[in-house]
């Protein structure tokens, strides 16, 4: 997914290196990692500048700026200097990481760097200055090492640079009996996220301004060539792709200090009458080319999708955890032939709002069946509840996560990685069954325990070791995930 709503990461290295110890070894082995680098097809700046001191300091940060980096790897080629080294990650306005060289590359005296032991006190000097800089998992390594680190910190630092840029646009108020789609919006401002909150009237106002708008046709075309012939409603089109331009100018319009945006949205009950649709097909345009519609005003699902897309450089969808597997289907379908128990299983439903990339070929654009028995008459065609994008969604490896703000005000997140089945659900919606090794006691000791709400971001993908980076990164205590079996929940019964 190309999509100018997400930033690109230009990185960059700086090496460092203490003044008692040759900074021949830094610099030798800084060029080593660009030549890694390079041999990886992965483009990174090599400032010449090597930190010796706060002096060097500043400058290498000019040049790395000067460069255009936005992203900053922080380089101990030997034991390096404590305070410049550190103070890096004040003075360069983008994410760092600080990785550190191992030795094998000389000899044991001239050729020892000891970045090895330089790498505790860089640490402890970060937490006594109170800056932030993403340390690996393992953050000491050869060049070809610490090249594949850099690779994985891309996704890491796009995400970090993306909220820190994000502004949240919001049509509310959520539905009636929806609260488990509102949160408060403290924890937005903690990760420097902006919220602009509107009514649905203002979303009202704007699109009848963009009635007959030039643009419409050439919407139309794209829908139509999106979905293909007999899998949408030609009558409905103009009316949607109005509506896809009014979201689309807004967001350029309402941008204001920001770079990037996300939607959260009010979807029912009173917009399919009014407008004269459902909004979910649009919703799932939009998404498509990075930009999130959450649906029902959900801001931290917009916030979820957003994260998602940062990391794996995809489009995502947001789901409900919706109902469980019936016992015949997993007989049918499933036991036997996927190594997951019925307690595994889930589907994950919504309305249509999953873009047609990822759905299976018989995808087409429908009504929304809930709502066609809740707002049109009985015994009725389907009129203003169409607009729905339905089918099953394509089998493969996911993660499904949330990161979502308490009712005390506290940021938490969850993180599980499973599959959706090739096993058609026999429903209806954008629709999938879930195999989440041990779902049932991940849905009981922490969506159920740590009260999250039932929408769920969906990432197409494995992504959960990048996810969990950068929600450690922004500072989350709590991030939960699919413990096995062997490891119990603290709420789990040691006597069950």
């Known amino acids: ?13 700086i090496a460092v290196s203490r003044d008692c110890f040759p900074i021949q070894l830094s610099q030798k082995r800084r060029s080593a990692i660009k030549a890694a680098c390079d041999a990886k097809n992965l483009n990174v700046y090599e400032a010449q500048t090597a930190v010796e001191n706060e002096a060097d300091m500043l400058a290498a940060v000019a040049e790395v700026k000067e460069a255009g980096c936005n992203a900053l790897t922080v380089f101990l080629g030997n034991f390096g200097p404590e305070t410049p080294e550190t103070l890096i990650a004040k003075h360069f306005d983008g994410p760092c990481m600080f ?18 032991c330089g790498m505790l006190n860089c640490s402890y000097n970060l937490g006594m200055r109170h800056l ?6 393992y953050p000491v390594g050869t060049a070809a090492e610490i090249a594949d680190k850099m690779a994985e910190f891309i996704p890491i630092a796009r995400a970090i640079l993306g909220i820190k840029d994000l502004k949240i646009i919001t049509f509310g108020p959520r539905p009636q009996d929806f609260f488990a789609c509102n949160a408060p919006i403290k924890g937005l401002y903690e990760l420097g996220v902006e919220i602009e909150e509107n009514s649905e009237l203002d979303l009202l106002v704007s699109y009848k301004e963009h009635e007959g708008d030039p643009r419409i046709p050439a919407v139309c075309a794209d829908m139509a060539a999106e979905m293909g012939e007999g899998h949408y409603y030609p009558d409905l089109s103009a009316r949607m792709a109005q509506f896809e331009l009014t979201l689309l100018d807004w967001a350029e319009k309402h941008k204001g200090s920001k770079k990037y945006v996300a939607f959260a949205d009010k979807c029912w009950p009173a917009f399919p009458s009014q407008f004269g649709f459902e ?3 649009v919703n799932s345009r939009l998404v498509s080319r990075g930009i999130p519609v959450a649906c029902e005003v959900d801001i931290y699902g917009a916030l979820s999708e957003y994260i998602g897309m940062c990391v794996s450089g995809d489009t995502v969808t947001l789901l409900d955890i919706n109902n469980s597997v019936p016992q015949y ?4 379908d499933i036991s036997g032939k996927f190594n997951c128990r019925l307690t595994d299983t889930f589907m994950g439903f919504h309305c249509g709002n999953t873009p047609s ?36 969604i394509a089998p493969g490896d996911v993660t499904f996560y949330r990161l979502q703000c308490d009712s005390d005000g506290d940021l938490r997140a969850y993180i599980a990685q499973g599959q959706i089945l090739p096993v058609h659900t026999r429903s209806f919606g954008g629709i999938a069954i879930f195999d989440i090794p041990e779902m049932g006691r991940f849905y009981r000791h922490v969506l159920i325990q740590k009260r999250y709400p039932h929408h769920g971001a969906v990432a197409f993908g494995h992504y959960g070791k990048a996810l969990f980076e950068v929600f450690k990164f922004l500072g989350i205590a709590d991030i939960a995930y699919n413990q096995p079996k062997n490891l119990p929940y603290p709420t789990e019964n040691p006597f069950a």
């Open 357 to 392: 990339s990822k759905m299976c070929s018989d995808r087409a654009v429908k009504y929304q069946l809930i709502q066609h028995r809740l707002l049109e008459p009985a015994g009725s065609d389907p009129d203003f509840t169409r607009g729905t994008l339905e089918g099953d």
């Open 329 to 332: 289907i997993y007989d049918e």
């Open 1 to 13: 997914m190309k999509s100018t709503n997400i930033p690109e990461v230009k990185l960059g290295i």
């Open 99 to 116: 990785v550190a060289a191992t030795e094998g590359d000389g000899d044991m005296i001239n050729g020892r760097g000891d970045a090895y």
């Open 279 to 281: 909004p979910c097909y």
């Open 132 to 137: 932030k800089g993403y340390i690996p998992e």
